[in-house]
T-cell receptor, first 114, second 115 residues
């Protein structure tokens, strides 16, 4: 099955700096890579996703890059703000119909210091 | 207007008891999931259903039994609760199977504390 590794587990940045979270996956059949943000005490929510036919996707201050050859993808947050403080999860999803699940990374706790 | 709802939000119970958590989605989705999130925040898939049919049953003790009476509901019953069952349980739904690249919409979570 798929194995997703996520680094770092914790990350502290100064407000205004950039934050980068990296994930690697093992199954070359994975073709969908979402990122979820979970604020303290809240539910995980999708913030951005990328499919295997795209190398980069941006949405305002958030961007995701995908390197299929190396099997890794990254979340980039620019001009960080205190409200970006949360746990971020990457995930990978294989193409086959029988494996109906996301394989989540272990999460990165991001703290933005004002 | 809540898309995915769970009840109860908090559940405090003693070891050995049996309890249920209910989940409902009003998004018209075909697929629903149960996740367990422990104190280390790891999201572990427990079960997934597609059109009321069980698709995934991960290595979860058979004390946990899901039931999907219809596409909009997925309930979780837990027998003989143990201390290690303490966690936040999230229900989620999506328009289709995960392999299709669909967003999963999570419920607010149920914080279960077993004493």
């Amino acid at each position: 099955g798929e194995n997703v590794e996520q680094h770092p587990s914790t990350l502290s940045v100064q407000e205004g700096d950039s934050a980068v979270i990296k994930c690697t996956y093992s199954d070359s059949a994975s073709n969908y890579f979402p990122w979820y943000k979970q604020e303290l005490g809240k539910r995980p929510q999708l913030i951005i996703d990328i499919r295997s036919n795209v190398g980069e996707k941006k949405d305002q201050r958030i961007a995701v890059t995908l390197n299929k050859t190396a099997k890794h993808f990254s979340l980039h947050i620019t001009e960080t703000q205190p409200e970006d403080s949360a746990v971020y999860f990457c995930a990978a999803s294989p193409v086959e119909d029988t494996g109906n699940q996301f394989y989540f990374g272990t999460g990165t706790s991001l703290t933005v210091i004002p | 207007d809540t898309a995915v709802s769970q009840t109860p939000k908090y559940l405090v119970t003693q070891m050995g008891n049996d309890k249920s958590i209910k989940c409902e989605q009003n998004l018209g989705h075909d697929t629903m999931y149960w996740y367990k999130q422990d104190s280390k925040k790891f999201l572990k898939i427990m079960f997934s259903y597609n059109n009321k049919e069980l698709i995934i049953n991960e290595t979860v003790p058979n004390r946990f039994s899901p039931k999907s009476p219809d596409k909009a509901h997925l309930n979780l019953h837990i027998n003989s609760l143990e201390l290690g069952d303490s966690a936040v349980y999230f229900c989620a739904s999506s328009p289709g199977l995960a392999g299709g690249g669909y967003e999963q919409y999570f419920g607010p979570g149920t914080r279960l504390t077993v004493t």
